[in-house]
């Protein structure tokens, strides 16, 4: 067995990593950033919204945990770049990046989509991962020397998708690009996985239910578990992703769904 500890300094199933997560203020990254750091990481949170990532990084500093935040557009390169050369600013090394970030899609048949709103969901969910892990690849090469990517993608990727179908496509766009990455740099001993969420609280969601009243009760009633998650469901299995108990997974898609995709 190669080395897998050489970062392992405590308990923690994250001890000693330091990690990115993008989408950090809210939902899914937020309960990811909040479990990193009790799992003993020290996380560098990004998104838009300054206010909730500062409320977060505050919880999280207030338990003891190990925190900053850097508000970020996915949509700029620029600025995806400079928040991942934040972490290594702040704590010297890179060894695992959760782009858990996106926007939805007004739902809706494709062709009532306005183009902006195309290049916009384009922009975030596929260019946005893209840019990202570009730049972590890098930052980890230049430090840790080896690591672990997880993307967000959504079981909505694995089939017809027609009241989100640009959102959608570009979750299985994302899919493509992990397993790309995954043969690109598992040489280098940096594995790319995704996971994929089925329906999950957060505003996103409550979002898409408000505009398609039933939404979310449609949904359970599809789910062999008969619920929604909760978003640190869908962190649970990020963070084990990418910790080094997952040394030998690389490439796959991890449904979160309740089995939705599988009924
Ligand atoms: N909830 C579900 O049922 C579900 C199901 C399948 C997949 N997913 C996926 O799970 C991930 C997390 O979503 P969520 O449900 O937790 O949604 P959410 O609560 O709306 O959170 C989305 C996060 O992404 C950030 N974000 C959005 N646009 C951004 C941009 N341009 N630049 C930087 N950050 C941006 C948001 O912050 P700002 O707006 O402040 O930037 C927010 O922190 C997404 O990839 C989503 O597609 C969710």
């Known amino acids: ?35 990193f750091a009790r799992e003993g990481a020290r996380v560098l949170l ?34 995806v770049r400079e928040a991942v050369a934040a972490a290594v600013d702040l704590y010297g090394r890179l060894d695992v990046a959760f782009n858990n970030a996106a926007t939805g899609q007004p739902p809706g048949p494709m062709d009532e989509l306005g183009e902006d709103d195309f290049d916009q969901v384009c922009a975030v969910n596929l260019k946005g991962p893209w840019l990202a892990m570009n730049a972590e690849i890098a930052a980890i090469r230049a430090t840790s020397k080896r690591g672990a990517i997880v993307n967000t993608s959504s079981v909505g990727s694995l089939m017809a998708n027609p009241d989100l179908p640009v959102y959608g496509a570009t979750k299985r766009a994302l899919n493509s690009l992990t397993a790309s990455a995954a043969v690109t740099y598992g040489p280098e001993n ?8 089925g329906t999950t609280l957060t505003e996103m969601l409550r979002e898409w239910d408000d505009r398609s009243p039933g939404t979310i009760a449609h949904l359970n009633s599809q789910t062999p578990l008969g619920r929604a998650a909760e978003p640190e469901e869908v962190a649970q299995a990020a963070a084990w992703l990418l910790s080094d108990r997952a040394s030998y997974v690389t490439g796959t898609v991890l449904r979160v769904d309740g089995g939705m995709w599988a009924a």
């Open 1 to 35: 067995m190669n080395d897998m500890t050489s970062t392992d300094s405590g308990a923690g199933l994250l001890s000693g990593k330091v990690a990115l997560v993008t989408g950090a203020g809210r939902g899914i990254g937020a309960a990811a950033a909040r479990l």
């Open 46 to 79: 990004a998104s838009r919204t300054e206010t909730e990532l500062r409320g977060v990084v505050e919880d999280i500093r207030s338990l003891g945990g190990v925190a900053d935040y850097v508000v970020c557009d996915l949509g700029e390169g620029g600025s």
């Open 190 to 197: 940096i594995r790319i996985n995704a996971v994929a969420p």
